[in-house]
Each structure stands twice: as C-alpha cells, then as structure tokens.
C-alpha cells in the first residue's frame, strides 16, 4: 500500500475522520469539565490547608485538606477512574461525567498545592497591612492576596491543565471513546497501526501548542500592573 | 489610651527552643503623645509595636486600649485595628491595586465612608503630601519615598486614633528619608499620638515627648529626650548611644 492509501484507510474511508473529531470533542469535555473542578476544588483546598486559627495554630481543615491531597497523589489515577467507574458511581451509565469528576478530583489535589504555592508566594507584609488597616481574613484574601496570587498560578496551572489533557487518554479503560481509544480501534480495523497513531499523537500537539499559546498571551496580560 | 500590663511575648525556634522575646513590658501611653522607641537589633522593639494591634499575638499580659482589654477571648479585633494605624518598614502599599485603590480600600469596603467621600478625603491627603498626581499610577512605578508617605496616608484615610510606626524610614535610600519624616513631623504636630520605632535619633530628639530605650526584651530607659540623650543613666545605654550618635 502506498503512503496515500494508508492515509485514506485510517481517516477517509468510511468517513473516519468523524470518529477522530468526536473523540476530540470527548477528549476536551472531560479536560474542560475537570479542570474547572480541579480548579473549584484546588483552591478550597488550599484555603483549608492554610486556614489557621487567630493564635497560627492548624484547624480541623487544615487537616482534611492534608489528608485528600495524601491519598489522592498516593494512588494512581487510572485506579482512581476504575473505582469511580465500577465503584462509587457504578449505577451512572454517563461515562464522561464520571470521568471528569475522577480526573476533577484528582486534578483538585495538585491544583491546590499549585494555589497554595501562589497565595504563599505572596509578600506576607500584604497580608499584614490589610488585617492592620481592621480587614478581615476574608476581606484581604478577596481584594488583595487572590489577586495577586493568581498571576503566580498560572504558568503552573498552564502545565496541569496539559497535563491533564493528556492524561484523559486512559478513559479508554472505562469504555471512553475518547481520541486515544479511537485512534486504536481504527487501528485495528485497518491493520495498520502507524497512520492513526500518529495522526492522534499529531491532534493532541496541536490542542496543545494552541493551548500555550493562549496561555502566554494571558499571562503577558496579568503582568501588566508590575510595568514600571 | 493604650495600657500595657506585663507583656511577654516568646516565639519557639524551629529548633525548639523557647526565644524570650518581650519578658514582661508595663507602660501606658497618653492621648497625644509621641513615644519614640530605641534599641539594637533584636531587642524586641518591632515585636512589642506589633503587640499593639495584636499582628503578634502576646504569649501573656493585656492591652488595653480605650479601656477595653483587646487581648481578651471574643474582642472583634478587626474593629481594633480600624481605629490604629500602622506604617511598616517595607510600605506594604497592595501591589495589585492603583495608589487610590489602596487608600480608598479599606474605608469603603469596611463601610465606613462610600465611594464618592473616601475618595474626596484621599485626595485631601495625597494633597498634603504632594502626591495627588500619582493617584492613578501602581505602586511599582513609585519610589520608596513615595511609597511610604502614601502608606502614612492609607492608614490615615482611616482616621486612626492612633499611629504606629515601625521603623517607617530604614527601607529608603538616604535622600528619601527627609522628606517622610517631614509628613511624619506634621502628623506630630497636628496632634496625633505616635509610637515610633526608629534609629533617626534626630526625630527622636525633636519629636518625641517621650523616648523608651528596649534591650532584652525590656524597657531599660524611659525619659524625655532631652534628659534621655544628654544624661543617659545605664551603662547600656551610653553604649547604645556612642554608637548611633
């Protein structure tokens, strides 16, 4: 078979090129879909984490928080995907928002301990001027420590939002047909491994060069106030 | 005003160890006057300013301010510190905000003026501090002298009963010293009651009404800068002073 032939096997005949675009389209729902969880619960987790009483001693939740980000970044998260699948949402039959939930939950821990880092990489004068000026814990966090620590997050939320990306290619376990698993199951309808294969690696690049793209020119925007 | 009743403050090392920071401080502070604070490094002068509005939370003793115990269980502290203004060594100005922002923050989102009349007295301030033309710009694009002098302005947006100042000139290059002093001077002048923990042993000399000198923890020295710098009664003391002076 030429190279030409190959080509129109893997994505023309049959009109396959179809089943690559939905894939796609499952591929980003569920990224889309965990990562606005991740970032949701990331950052309530954070706050959890760094909540101390008037005195700096931990709260309570400072201990919840520890212990999710432990056992969620102790397991693996296809283990994590498979429980949730056959487990603890075993009577849903909607696969992609078990899958995004899974991957939220898990992205959740990393996004935190990404949130935490920013909001610690904040001057701590900041901190302390606003509580001086009679602000409220919540008040200084709003107005002026958030804003401030969202500039830090988001090259390294950049990155866990591609990672993330990726990572989605193992919902093939539950019977996703997300990018991934169709590029395979054409792959073994047509006997010929390469041209799918690396017509997905070449789909998931792009998605992602864009992605980088987009995210310079945001972050060139959030550094506007450091102008001199 | 402000009472002080044998304050101790302790902070554990990370090795463990107990650092006795404040061994049990007893002073009071009167409406109006100008107390100037001295003392070397590590004497524990910035940590017992900071107990004032509780940034450090004492290990034991009372504050009391406006007869008020502030150190007691279920004292709103937020409400405190509304009505004491503090300066830091770094400015502290919020980097996200522009300079009015930062001065018209507090007092609105406390609810204590709106809009429209916490910005009319931030331009009333910034004009007397010659800044009303940087209303608009970042706090980045100031110098360190600018910065402090609206920080002083900040928390005097607030109308503080009180001003505390924690070694408000020893972040700034030397030419930008004079002219926060200058502001802090008027500040004096108008009537405001100060505590001021400083090395500008000139200010001290011209302003305060009071000078305390801390070591150790303690307050070794109080008197009136007059008697404090020309007859300086302990051995501590006279040291510390051969040295600055």
């Not at chain 1, 879909?33 to 008037?54: C, D, P, R, Y």
């Not at chain 2, 061994?23 to 001295?38: A, F, H, M, R």
Request: glycine content about 8%; overall charge neutral; hydrophobic content about 45%.
């Amino acid at each position: 078979m030429t190279l030409s032939e190959r080509f129109e096997a893997a994505f023309i005949t049959g009109d396959r090129w179809k089943l690559y675009l939905s894939g796609v389209g499952i591929t980003l729902e569920i990224a889309l879909f965990a990562g606005i969880l991740g970032i949701i619960i990331g950052t309530v987790i954070a706050l959890m984490k760094l909540s101390t009483t008037e005195e700096g001693k931990p709260t309570v939740f400072t201990y919840i928080a520890t212990a999710y980000i432990d056992v969620i970044r102790g397991t693996p998260s296809v283990l994590q995907l498979l429980i949730m699948w056959f487990i603890i949402m075993a009577s849903s039959n909607n696969g992609v928002l078990v899958a995004s939930l899974s991957f939220g939950i898990n992205s959740g821990a990393y996004v935190s301990e990404i949130v935490r880092g920013g909001i610690l990489a904040v001057d701590k004068g900041q901190r302390e001027a606003g509580r001086s000026l009679g602000l409220s814990t919540f008040q200084t966090y709003r107005y002026i420590i958030l804003p401030q620590a969202v500039k830090n997050v988001i090259p390294p939320l950049g990155n866990e939002f591609i990672t993330l990306i990726k990572e989605t290619a193992i919902v093939g376990y539950v019977s996703l047909s997300d990018l991934t698993r169709v590029a395979n199951q054409v792959a073994s309808r047509t006997y010929d491994a390469f041209m799918p294969l690396i017509g997905a690696a070449v789909i998931y690049f792009v998605i992602i060069k864009v992605l980088s793209m987009l995210l310079g020119k945001l972050e060139r925007r959030m550094r506007k106030s450091d102008n001199r | 005003m402000i009472t002080v009743k044998n304050l101790c403050k302790e902070f554990i090392d990370p090795d463990g160890s107990v650092n006795k920071v404040l061994t049990g401080i007893d002073y009071e502070i009167n409406k109006g006057e100008k107390i100037v604070i001295v003392g070397p490094s590590g004497s524990g002068k910035s940590t017992f300013l900071r107990c004032l509005n509780l940034l450090e939370r004492p290990t034991s003793g009372n504050i009391i301010f406006d007869g008020e115990d502030i150190t007691a269980k279920g004292i709103d502290i937020n409400k405190v510190r509304q009505r004491m203004g503090m300066v830091f060594q770094n400015f502290n100005l919020f980097n996200n905000l522009t300079v009015m922002k930062n001065i018209t923050l507090a007092p609105v989102k406390l609810g204590i003026m709106n809009e429209k009349e916490a910005e009319n007295a931030a331009y009333g301030l910034l004009k007397r501090v010659n800044l009303v033309d940087k209303a608009d710009v970042y706090p980045a694009s100031l110098s360190g002298g600018q910065k402090q002098r609206i920080a002083i302005v900040r928390s005097l947006c607030m109308n503080p009963e009180v001003m505390l100042f924690d070694e408000p000139t020893s972040a700034l290059d030397p030419e930008m010293v004079g002219e926060v002093l200058d502001v802090m001077k008027k500040l004096a002048n108008a009537g405001m009651t100060m505590v001021v923990v400083t090395h500008e042993m000139g200010f001290a000399r011209e302003v305060a009404t009071k000078v305390l000198f801390f070591d150790e923890g303690q307050i070794l020295e109080e008197n009136t800068p007059e008697e404090f710098f020309e007859n300086p009664q302990s051995k501590r003391l006279q040291e510390f002073l051969s040295k600055v002076l």
